[in-house]
């Protein structure tokens, strides 16, 4: 055996769970599907309730289960009796444990029940092919998924653990990874975790997104939609650096080498903002962040990395690496060639006030010199995110937020501010760390 094999084979002892493990879940699945049953025959236009997720498929991991419920209803059920009948069969359900109502094409009911993560999920009783919602393929995946060999199931197993230890797996839009079916189609398609390793050290990208890969039981929807070049660039790394020096280590936690000293470098805009899901917290962080970077990057700063921080309830941050935080005094403005008349006239009179030397180089452009409206990048934020010079092109419950208690932090301010608060911390370390397996 050579010490890849030694190591998967004691991997896969690890990811396997253990008899009085499978007793908890069963129990908890048996009991609350029975519930769930009872809660759904109230209802004329259910048609029963299944297990589904890595559970109901036998892929789930110790301590990572996944336990959803699907509940079926009649395709005729008009959408707004669809949920607000899911949401009631689920909060009956789960009475008695802490639950709240979570959002994907149409909310469902989140519980934790017993210490497992159990989601209840209307979706429509359809044909193949004939979806009317995004659940409705889940049934299909559990029974294409449950039909694979146990030795493929424990492949999976890995493959999860893997993903997750290189900080990968999930593909809801914080994490933007590979989703726990991705992961089971990629076994499906290339054999085994082994396998899969080997694809990606290989991976080669295609011309339209970073990662596809089609649903087996829905060959025009892509699994890879969610995937970003990030998540795969990293699970791309990982599996070279495992393959040539495999460890069990990398079943754990795997992460790059943090440069501690390019912590003082980072500027932070720290905010306070009403709740919001998560989903939609992350995906207008991310929108928001894009937004300051190129305003920001218009005013003449470069920014070299990115990224948003949040304790996902009300207080988030942007977080930026700048090549530099300061600016010359003057900036070029370059204009139209001398040839357009009326947009060279335009782009003298707009500039006659401000500008300190004009000319025409060597292109016959016409081009000036201007004072620069801010030369500190710790300014220029501030006046971006506190709405004074615009629109910052975030959600109106953030861009409420920044006016209203954006700070812009960094050096021993930002240090302060992140040694009370974990979650800037966690950020601040991993906007300064390598990603994994480049150095």
Not at 231 to 249: E, K, N
């Amino acid at each position: 055996m050579t010490n890849t094999e030694d190591v998967i084979a004691r991997a896969a002892r690890l990811v396997t769970p253990t008899p009085a493990e499978t007793a908890k879940v069963v129990g908890v699945a048996e009991s609350t599907l029975a519930k769930t049953m009872k809660a759904a025959s109230r209802y004329p236009e259910t048609r029963g309730a299944l297990l589904g997720g890595s559970f109901a498929k036998g892929t789930w991991v110790p301590k990572h289960v996944d336990l959803d419920i699907f509940v079926k209803f009649d395709p005729a059920t008009p959408p707004e009796v669809f949920e607000k009948a899911g949401l009631q069969i689920g909060a009956k359900a789960t009475r008695g444990f802490p639950r709240g109502k979570m959002y994907a094409q149409h909310p469902y009911t989140e519980a934790t029940v017993d210490g497992i993560k159990v989601n209840i999920v209307p979706c429509f009783d359809v044909k193949k092919g004939e979806w009317k919602s995004a659940a409705d393929r889940s049934p299909f995946h559990v029974d294409l998924v449950r039909r694979l060999p146990e030795e493929q199931k424990t492949q999976v197993r890995l493959l999860k653990t893997f993903m997750n230890a290189v900080g990968v797996y999930g593909a809801e839009i914080q994490r933007r990874g590979f989703s726990g079916y991705a992961a089971e189609v990629l076994v499906m398609k290339l054999g085994g975790f082994r396998e899969v390793l080997a694809w990606f050290a290989e991976y080669k990208l295609p011309e339209s997104r970073p990662f596809t890969l089609p649903d087996p039981v829905d060959e025009g929807r892509d699994l890879g939609i969610a995937v970003s070049g990030e998540s795969l660039g990293r699970m791309v790394f990982a599996c070279r650096g495992f393959l040539s020096d495999p460890a069990l280590a990398s079943f754990q936690k795997m992460t790059g080498k943090t440069r501690v000293a390019l912590m003082g470098d980072v500027i932070a805009v720290v905010f306070s903002h009403v709740t919001l899901s998560e989903d939609t917290l992350w995906g207008e962080l991310r929108r928001t962040t894009k937004h300051v970077v190129r305003n920001l990057e218009l005013r003449g700063f470069v920014i070299a990395r990115s990224m948003a921080a949040s304790d996902n309830r009300g207080k988030s941050a942007i977080l930026m690496i700048p090549e530099f935080d300061s600016l010359p005094a003057l900036e070029q403005r370059i204009g139209p060639t001398v040839d357009r008349k009326k947009d060279l006239e335009s782009f003298l009179s707009s500039n006659a006030k401000v500008s300190r030397l004009v000319w025409v180089d060597d292109d016959a452009r016409a081009r000036m010199l201007v004072p620069r409206e801010h030369t500190e990048l710790a300014a220029a934020i501030s006046d971006l995110v506190g709405g004074r010079a615009g629109s910052v092109g975030a959600s109106r419950e953030l861009e409420a937020g920044m006016k209203k208690s954006a700070r812009v932090l960094s050096g021993k301010p930002l240090k302060r501010a992140a040694a009370a608060s974990r979650w800037l911390q966690d950020g601040i370390r991993e906007i300064s760390t390598d990603a994994f397996g480049t150095s």
